[in-house]
């Protein structure tokens, strides 16, 4: 895996069963979270979901495989929440900086689209996501302090604030 290069990029449609294939098994299989792909109708849209107003959507690839992926859901009044960030297992960690490269991308793009606020729900399990995004400089927040055009999966119960 050592000479294998990530390179990143925003999404396009000829990678949607990649990002398909990327997510599905993290939440069902590594996580226990009985989601389907059904219930996630975003994934199938993303284009029409994510890539519209200062949202937006982006890919790591490795030899064109999706290892990678992180959404900004424009939510208004320059606002947005950050969606769908995955790594495959075998590109996480400091070693490969794929999670960082991901999220520095998604900071840049927000900040030069002048949003102010992102918001972000994780589910209690994802403890590692959780130290990532502290570290990042995500603060935790209650329910009560999200947008009320946040979109809320049933799943999430941690939810985090970043002003960019």
């Not at 960082?100 to 949003?115: F, P, Y």
């Not at 995500?138 to 302090?145: C, D, G, N, P, V």
Request: aromatic letters at 10%; proline letters at 3%.
């Amino acid at each position: 895996m050592s000479t294998q290069h990530v390179t990143l990029q925003r999404y396009r449609p000829e990678f949607q069963s990649g990002v398909l294939a990327l997510i599905l098994p993290i939440q069902t299989e590594e996580f226990a979270i009985n989601i389907t792909a059904a219930q996630q109708p975003d994934l199938c849209d993303i284009e029409n979901f994510y890539q519209q107003g200062c949202g937006d959507f982006w890919l790591a690839l490795v030899d064109n495989q999706v290892v990678g992926c992180i959404a900004l859901k424009d939510i208004g009044n320059q606002q947005a929440a950050l969606r769908k960030m995955f790594v495959a297992a075998e590109w996480r960690g400091k070693a490969f900086g794929v999670a960082s490269a991901l999220l520095n991308t998604l900071l840049t793009s927000a900040r030069d689209r002048k949003v102010t606020d992102i918001f972000l729900g994780t589910t209690a399990t994802f403890v590692a996501a959780h130290r990532f995004y502290e570290k990042n400089g995500f603060r935790e927040i209650t329910t009560s302090q999200l947008p009320a055009r946040f979109p809320l999966m049933a799943v999430d119960s941690k939810f985090y604030q970043l002003s960019v």
